[in-house]
């Protein structure tokens, strides 16, 4: 993937140090509960209350663990499942043939990207990494596809709509915001591979499928959105030794996201108005503008031709302004649940992340391709403002400062949250 050695270096010292915080924290023996009591508290909501959304992982969870303490279990878990998404993570970028160092290191370093998930412990233990897992998974089959032989095309076009239906049905039953948060993003990818493959009509039957299945389940699972009469039941579930861990001062009483589930409109709206009036809004736009840039750049990088000898760019790449229009698309469609919701920095993560593998994978499309013949004042126009800022030097280092400076919160956020205290690593730094 990597030409050069010191390039090389830095991208695996960035992913061992992630795999290693990581499981040293998640798998530290100090301490049972090892992240926030909200996204445990949400992988615990189930069906013994009756069927309630967001309640499938859950549900099976407290199969397998067969009446048994659950919350102990989920550390190995959400573990796996951030190792899993690394791994797939980095094979999109190896079938994408990008070979941009650069480019790797950058997405790796974004806030909300995978260094940042490592250092702060979030993000990962949230649902929405089984979403960037199905994505990447849809990904590299649409990957494989480029590259097959022709007898053994239909077996992955199928396989791909076999996952995409069943992934994202599964998924919304996990938790519904899959419909706002990588359902659309998916719909995109699914639609280019169908354009790309538009001769073989079961996939179109499945292309529709899909578009339709998710929407009714998300209506469903509105339907039945749960109480607070449903979060008691389902709470008084788990056992006793789980409920102490969450809220050891009120066990018998439905806290966190499981009280969640008998919210009202008012109080959920009460949550906006919450980051308004105390007026952190503005750094969530920060991190939103800034994140948006990073993808742009790299989008920009890619469409360029660079190499990564940093050659001179080829007058066919440099023309390919859909790369660029389409992986915009791809951002804003994707972060539809940031103007909807108030835990901004768990879906500017998620958005980042879904449009980055994204971007690896459309690189490659051949239907990305026929859309470049754009009028030549578009092309001029986005010439000199988009291809100038992919490449700059200087842009490239500020946003470099801008990754290893700035941090983002899950959600709740104060001016010193946003910094990444460097110093706690080499034991200089202490916390409250």
């Not at 499981?23 to 949400?42: H, T």
């Not at 233990?125 to 053994?152: A, D, M, T, V």
């Not at 359902?183 to 339709?212: A, D, W």
Request: charged residues 10%; contains cysteine; glycine residues 6%.
């Amino acid at each position: 993937m990597i030409r050069s050695y010191w390039q090389a270096f830095i991208i695996i010292a960035i992913l061992e140090f992630s795999v290693l915080i990581a499981g040293f924290w998640m798998l530290g023996d100090y301490e049972v509960k090892r992240f926030n009591v909200w996204p445990i508290s949400e992988w615990l909501i189930n069906y013994q209350g009756g069927f309630v959304r967001r309640g499938l992982m859950g549900e099976l969870l407290r199969f397998f663990s067969q009446g048994q303490k659950i919350i102990p279990a989920l550390n190995p878990l959400v573990l796996i499942f951030f190792y899993t998404y690394i791994a797939i993570f980095i094979s999109v970028y190896q079938l994408a043939k990008i070979q941009r160092a650069s480019l790797l290191i950058i997405a790796l370093l974004i806030p909300g990207g995978i260094f940042h998930m490592a250092i702060g412990a979030i993000f990962y233990p949230r649902k929405e990494i089984l979403f960037l897992i199905h994505f990447g998974i849809l990904c590299l089959l649409y990957l494989i596809l480029l590259g097959c032989e022709s007898n053994r095309k239909t077996i992955f076009l199928n396989l791909f709509g076999i996952v995409a239906i069943v992934g994202g049905s599964l998924l919304m039953l996990i938790h519904e915001a899959y419909f706002f948060m990588a359902y659309p993003i998916t719909v995109l990818l699914f639609f280019i591979l169908y354009r790309e493959n538009i001769t073989y009509f079961p996939l179109k039957f499945q292309l529709i499928s899909f578009i339709l299945v998710v929407p009714i389940l998300f209506l469903i699972c509105t339907i039945y959105r749960g109480n607070s009469d449903v979060a008691q039941i389902i709470w008084d579930s788990y056992t006793l030794s789980d409920r102490i861990i969450l809220a050891p001062a009120a066990p018998y009483t439905a806290g966190y996201a499981t009280a969640g589930l008998g919210w009202t409109t008012n109080q959920h709206l009460s949550t906006l108005y919450g980051v308004y009036i105390s007026g952190t809004w503005i750094y969530w736009l920060l991190f939103y503008i800034a994140n948006a840039l990073v993808i742009i750049y790299s989008a920009i990088q890619i469409s360029l031709g660079f190499n990564t000898d940093r050659k001179s760019i080829s007058k066919e790449s440099s023309k390919n302004l859909a790369l660029v229009l389409v992986t915009i698309s791809a951002w804003l469609i994707s972060s539809s649940m940031f103007f909807i919701a108030s835990d901004y920095g768990r879906w500017i993560a998620c958005a980042s992340n879904l449009t980055i593998l994204f971007l690896f994978t459309i690189s490659r499309s051949t239907f990305i391709r026929t859309l470049n013949k754009v009028s030549n004042a578009l092309h001029r126009t986005l010439h000199s403002y988009f291809y100038r800022f992919g490449s700059s030097l200087i842009v490239l280092m500020v946003i470099l400062g801008y990754e290893l400076i700035f941090q983002m919160p899950e959600c709740c956020i104060s001016e010193g949250d946003i910094y990444i205290p460097y110093l706690k690593f080499i034991g200089l730094y202490q916390t409250n």
